[in-house]
């Protein structure tokens, strides 16, 4: 563990800082991951010297601009075994995931069929589907959870029949903090003609992904999940069904031929990115991947089951502590307090530096299905060590102490 810590605590400024008086412990990585400062820097340095608009330009600032977007799009294409014309930059995996529903789905998805979706997803990854659906007269169908509050194999089987037409799975889920059986899952669909879309948001920070060797149609993650700027995203498709899809978004840099009454489209990935792209967050993205590069994934995953290793026996040894999910933790633990509401132990945790989440995680239909109202959430990665495992424990203890003193 001391390896990785070592090469990255001190990379980030935010972890200096104290709250509340004391140094503070960051466990909120599953919602946003603080940036590097040497990716700040480079950032900087780009809007000092570079910045400008990209694509259909001739001088000089233009065309750095644009090798330097595309430079960024290879990196992303290689990052995830993917050609680059697989990749389309996104404002995040939200607007991926829509992007899905408005374009394939609009014209794929009709009254009567079948979309497949895990009781974990989280909203991004559920809503748009639930909106398809009443929209056209489809239905939704819920893989649910099994007796280790992991998704159940076998009910989920009896979801696949010739009316599937999708599957919408999370690689990881962002409360329970398990990998789900997408093999197995996107096998099921296939078999039936159905096309899968992965929310890989939870996953590629901590993993090696390789959409080819996984076989989804379509892969979509956010930058600010995986050390990168905000307000960037990735869509992986494959190209063969980019290619039959029609734009979701119209305007500048997408289309080939315009005149008064008709348009034709540029070649993927172009004919997704209408406007003016966020240029500097696909290139922060690429730095997010240098740097994860140069860590190397094989150290991530070790860094992270050193900690859960270290912490979940401590966690559970707590009798007043209820964790959620007995499988693999990908850095993700959620648990509450017995007797204590999980907004008012992160309130105290606060108090103590200990930043977690605390609410239903944008996952109300997970909730419902756990049957809790919230639960606390605490997220690794790789500035984390066991001093901030230990920090969480102490808040624990002093919040159970605390409303015990009350009561």
């Known amino acids: 563990m001391g390896s990785v810590n070592a090469l990255a605590k001190s990379d980030f400024p935010l972890l200096r800082r104290s709250v509340n008086g004391q140094r503070l412990c960051y466990l909120d990585s599953a919602a946003t991951t603080p940036m590097p400062q040497a990716i700040g820097e ?5 809007y000092a010297q570079s910045y400008s608009s990209v694509h259909r330009s001739v001088n000089s600032l233009g065309l750095e601009t644009t090798n330097a977007y595309e430079h960024a799009r290879s990196k992303v294409a290689k990052f995830i075994n993917a050609d680059p014309a697989e990749v389309i930059f996104t404002s995040g995996a939200t607007a991926s995931l829509n992007l899905v529903a408005e374009s394939w789905g609009r014209e794929n998805i009709h009254q009567g069929d079948e979309i497949v979706l895990a009781v974990s997803e989280h909203h991004s990854n ?6 398809l659906a009443q929209a056209v007269g489809a239905k939704l169908r819920l893989i649910k959870l099994n007796d280790q509050e992991e998704l159940d194999l076998i009910q989920a089987k009896s979801l696949f029949n010739e009316k599937t037409k999708l599957l919408a799975l999370a690689q990881v889920s962002n409360v329970l903090g398990s990998e789900n059986p997408v093999a197995e899952l996107i096998s099921m669909a296939h078999q039936v003609g159905a096309i899968c879309v992965i929310d890989g948001a939870q996953a590629i920070p901590h993993e090696r992904i390789d959409v080819r060797q996984m076989d989804c149609d379509f892969y979509a993650f956010s930058g600010h999940k995986m050390l990168g700027p905000t307000g960037i995203g990735v869509l992986y498709g494959k190209k063969a069904l980019l290619e039959q899809m029609p734009p979701a978004h119209f305007g500048g840099g997408m289309i080939n031929y315009l005149d008064h009454g008709q348009a034709t489209w540029e070649a993927v990935p172009e004919k997704f990115e209408a406007g003016t792209p966020n240029t500097v967050g696909a290139i922060g993205l690429g730095y997010a991947i240098d740097y994860l590069n140069k860590i190397g994934f094989k150290n991530i995953e070790q860094h992270n089951q050193e900690l859960m290793n270290y912490l979940l026996p401590k966690l559970a ?6 964790i959620y999910g007995q499988g693999q933790k990908l850095g993700v633990v959620s648990f ?11 309130t105290l945790f606060d108090q103590f530096g200990v930043e977690v989440r605390a609410g239903h995680h944008c996952a109300l239909p997970l909730m419902q299905e756990l049957g809790i109202p919230a639960s606390i959430r605490a997220s690794f990665y790789i500035y984390n ?8 424990l102490e808040a624990i203890k002093q919040t159970q102490e605390f409303f015990n003193e009350s009561c």
């Open 126 to 131: 559920f809503l748009p589907w639930q909106q």
């Open 336 to 346: 509450n307090l017995a007797g204590i509401h999980p907004h008012d132990a992160a």
């Open 42 to 46: 480079k950032l900087q340095t780009f």
């Open 385 to 392: 060590d066991q001093a901030d495992c230990d920090r969480l």
């Open 317 to 322: 040894a707590n009798p007043g502590v209820k």
